[in-house]
Structure formats: structure tokens, C-alpha cells
């Protein structure tokens, strides 16, 4: 699905994905059962996922005191733009919160693809890398490598023994570590 295509069918906000995202994260959320993402806003990344077969984990704290109403988002935003997918409401489960801390209620759970879209800077996606890396057994994608803060922990992550950088084809926005 192009990005054109999911924000049509969005009924509220838009998918703040670019280029070729939806098709390469639908290629490497399909290789598995399970989804987790650290920054959701809209849900576009979570909805890509969801159509990929995936149940999916949002964690966000919806709070974004910098941008106009019409551009804040909520996790009923999200629940809406799931059900107008055509995507079960039982596989969608969204955590309203800051992290750190990662949700007790999953702290437990492994993963088989996460995606991290929080805060840009490099304190903030360091600390989503180390929760994601000891709960994520497949892939680990970074959207937004041009950013100098998300390309640094891509590159310290591709240094931590049993993790590799992966090359994707197509135009697209991602860091992708991967489990060996």
C-alpha cells in the first residue's frame, strides 16, 4: 500500500510516512506474528503492521503540547483509523504512556518486529533501543536515519554482538537492525 493509499483511507490525520515506508515495513512486519512501536501519533506505521498480520503494540503518550489541535493526535484517533482499515480491535493494544518506562503489562512479552519513532534525540532513542533490543527477536527499525541521533544509535546498535545492520531496497526512511 503507497502512502497515498493509506492516508485515503485514514479517517483521522494522516500516515507522516514517506516514499517507499509503508511497503518496506509491511515487508519486514510480515516476517513475523507480533509488532511493537515506541511513537504512534496517528497510527500509520501501526495500521501498516496490522495489514501486514501483525497483533499490534502502540506505546505513546499522545501528548504533544507544540503542535496545533488539529494536528494532536489520540489513541481513539488511532483505535478509528484501525476499524476504518478493516483491522480486528482485538489486535490493536495501545499504551498511553511516556517511555520510559516500558508497559508492565508487557514487559514480559517478545517481539517479533519493533519500530522506534519517538524522540529524535539520541538520549531518548538509546533508551528505546536498549528496551526494544532485549524484547525484539527479529527486526528492529528506526524511522527517520537522516536524522543524526537515529543514525548513531543505528550505528552503535549494528556494533552489539548478535545484532546486524540490514540493507532494504526502495527509498525509504528506515534503520533496520536485525537479530542473527
Not at 40 to 49: D, I
Not at 153 to 172: F, M, N, R, S, Y
Request: aromatic letters at 10%; glycine letters at 8%; one cysteine or more.
Amino acid at each position: 500500500m503507497s502512502v497515498a493509499e493509506l492516508n485515503a483511507r485514514m479517517v483521522r490525520g494522516r500516515a507522516l510516512q514517506r516514499f517507499d515506508d509503508p511497503e518496506v515495513l509491511f515487508a519486514v512486519a510480515r516476517t513475523g506474528p507480533t509488532y511493537v512501536e515506541i511513537g504512534t501519533r496517528w497510527g500509520g506505521s501501526a495500521l501498516v503492521a496490522g495489514l501486514a498480520g501483525c497483533e499490534v503494540y502502540c506505546i505513546d503518550p499522545w501528548d504533544y503540547p507544540t503542535k496545533l489541535p488539529a494536528h494532536r493526535s489520540t489513541p481513539q484517533a488511532v483505535r478509528e483509523n484501525w476499524v476504518a482499515l478493516g483491522l480486528d480491535p482485538s489486535r490493536l493494544h495501545v499504551f498511553q504512556q511516556r517511555h520510559p518506562p516500558w508497559p508492565q503489562e508487557i514487559d514480559d512479552y517478545k517481539f517479533a518486529t519493533g519500530l522506534i519513532d519517538g524522540a529524535h534525540t539520541e538520549e531518548q532513542c538509546r533508551t528505546d533501543w536498549e528496551a526494544m533490543r532485549i524484547r525484539v527477536m527479529g527486526y528492529v527499525l528506526f524511522h527517520d536515519i537522516a536524522k543524526p541521533a537515529v543514525r548513531t544509535i543505528v550505528e552503535e546498535g549494528a556494533a552489539v554482538p548478535g545484532w546486524e545492520l540490514v540493507a532494504l531496497e526502495g527509498k525509504h526512511q528506515f534503520g533496520v537492525l536485525r537479530r542473527m
